[in-house]
């Protein structure tokens, strides 16, 4: 699914006022009804006061046409206007007309005004502020949005929670809506994603506004949200005359004395993906461990006992998974120069690895083109440097991708993928996955779907949904805490069955509680 920025969503809204041949007004009337009935559906009609904050822009009308929609179901309401201009837009000004006409007198809130009273109980609409926010608040709006926020009451957000910019980061979290629910119209935007910004919204949902299919199919997005429909059209069927030698050699380089496990984890992970083929290179120590607790892997042993000395091996794989475990030993770090001085097989460089690189930049231009990077945040900073925010974040990894024309995967609660100037946000995973081992996995399953023909991008894409996927399914089964890697791994197959499960609703919303 498209995540689209400010000006884009605008053209949206342009195009389908265009071609539908509506007005903005019929435009914000269908939005504003999506907003109704959702609340309607929930609420049943139920006495509790409903206190509709809005601004004076086209958010302040979405949530005057839901007052006046909650007025004529009969539900209780007070709306606030919060005045901070007074450059009303014309749809704002036209429903304020129309909520006139039904004898609902907006209470206005200015600079020295006193803040109206909130019960806990109340649900309070925050439309004071939507994607056109375009600088800071002013001091006397961030006292009412710190109003809403100590108020204790459920806070619904019309499209985003007031007060964050839809394309940079926020100067001051106190002029920001949390929202416990954000209604946003039609398409994710990228804030609910990032970790600076997705904390103000608790849960979020899209409702369909009918937007112009046209021009959202031909648009040009910089972000594209991953979820089961865009992982499942890659998706490669086993063919009945194939063997083990159609899925691909996977070659995981790694382990050294106390570490064996992470290359265990990502052999594992690797064979659980559907790589035909996984050989392990490891330090001699490794040797008996792995043969016994992974059968279905090969070995091939360095000549040192505890560490990676000398990457040197007699097969042909179709791609390497590099660096767990590894460790940053001169010796491997000498191996590591000369191995990718001659290597042109693909690369998945995880961990260590990634360490190395950061110390000697120059070994970058040596790694095949579009080889992938997972970096987790640490060992992000050390390759491109220290960012300000996350936008600053991505743009720097972006640029960075670009130049050596790489596949960067940025790791976090919603993982983002960076390949040409593109990025691709991943919607599954949980905070259990936070855990020894679990990063192992997710190199592991990369170079398993690279073996099986994936191209390198929708490779990563997938295993990251994948391993996402399967860490939800196993929660299910032992919670957040007792989640182990090796517990990812076991999913891995249940997790590939679901990709031909029903869609559920909730690929479309999210709890991050
Ligand atoms: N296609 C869709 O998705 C649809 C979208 N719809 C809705 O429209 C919303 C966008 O509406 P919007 O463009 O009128 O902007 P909004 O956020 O209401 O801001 C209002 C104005 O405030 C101003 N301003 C900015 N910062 C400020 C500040 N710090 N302090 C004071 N003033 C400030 C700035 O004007 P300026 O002062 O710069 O001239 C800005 O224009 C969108 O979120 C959705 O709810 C639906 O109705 C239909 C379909
Ligand atoms: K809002």
Redesign the pocket.
């Known amino acids: 699914m498209k995540i689209l920025n400010a000006q884009q ?2 053209e ?2 342009k195009n ?1 006022i265009a071609n539908q041949q509506i007005t ?1 007004d019929e ?2 009337e ?3 009804t999506q907003l109704f009935n959702w609340m309607h559906l929930r609420l049943q009609g139920a006495p509790v006061k409903i206190q509709l904050f809005c ?8 949530g005057l046409v839901l007052a006046r929609q909650l007025q004529k179901h009969g539900y209780l309401i007070n709306v606030h206007v919060v005045n ?2 007074e ?1 009303r ?1 014309h ?2 000004l036209l429903n304020l007309d129309r909520l006139k006409e039904r004898k609902v007198w907006p209470n206005f809130i200015g600079p020295k005004d006193e803040l109206p009273k909130i019960d806990k109980e109340d649900i309070i609409v925050d ?12 001091d006397w ?1 961030t006292e009412i949005i710190k109003h809403l926020n100590n108020s204790k009451a459920f806070v619904l957000s ?3 929670p ?1 007060g964050l910019f839809v394309d940079k980061a926020p100067e001051n979290g106190d002029s920001i809506v949390r929202a416990n629910q954000v209604l946003s ?3 994710p935007k990228l804030i609910f994603f990032l970790p600076q910004t997705g904390i103000y919204s608790n849960q979020w949902e899209l409702l369909d ?1 009918g ?1 112009d299919q046209v021009y959202l199919n031909a648009v040009e997005n910089e972000y594209e949200l991953i979820g089961k429909n865009e992982v499942l059209q890659w998706y490669k069927p086993r063919e009945k005359f194939s063997h083990k030698g159609t899925y691909g050699h996977s070659l995981i380089i790694g382990g050294s004395y106390g570490k064996i496990g992470a290359v265990l984890l990502a052999s594992d992970a690797c064979l659980n993906t559907g790589s035909g083929l996984v050989t392990a290179y490891i330090p001699t120590c490794g040797y008996i461990p792995m043969q016994t607790a992974l059968p279905e892997a090969m070995v091939i042993t360095d000549s040192t006992e505890k560490m990676v000395s000398k990457i040197q091996f007699d097969i042909i794989p179709t791609v390497i998974g590099l660096g767990i475990g590894i460790g940053q030993n001169e010796v491997t770090v000498k191996a590591l120069k000369e191995f990718l001085s001659t290597n042109k097989i693909p690369l998945v460089i995880d961990a260590d690895a990634l360490n190395i690189i950061s110390k000697h930049k120059e070994f970058l231009k040596m790694i095949p083109a579009k080889s992938v990077l997972t970096p987790h945040p640490r060992e992000l900073e050390r390759l491109i440097g220290s960012w300000k925010d996350d936008f600053e974040k991505l743009e720097k990894a972006k640029a960075f991708s670009i130049k050596f024309n790489l596949i960067v995967v940025i790791k976090g609660a919603h993982t983002i993928t960076l390949c040409d100037g593109k990025g691709y946000v991943n919607t599954t995973g949980n905070p259990g996955m936070a855990t020894a081992g679990s990063g192992d996995v997710l190199t592991g399953m990369i170079t398993g779907l690279i073996a099986q023909g994936y191209d390198s991008l929708r490779a990563t894409v997938f295993a990251i949904y994948l391993h996402g996927r399967s860490g939800d399914l196993a929660v299910e089964k032992c919670g957040y805490q007792a989640l182990t890697a090796s517990e990812i791994i076991d999913f891995i197959g249940d997790a590939f069955l679901d990709l031909f499960k029903v869609q559920e609703v909730s690929d479309l919303k999210e709890d991050t509680e």
């Open positions: 969503i605008y949206a809204d389908t903005s435009l914000m269908r939005a504003a601004g004076i822009g086209n958010n302040g009308g979405d901070y201009s450059n837009s749809d704002f439309a004071i502020f939507g994607i056109g926010l375009n600088r800071a608040p002013d709006v019309v499209d985003i007031s119209f039609q398409l506004i937007l």
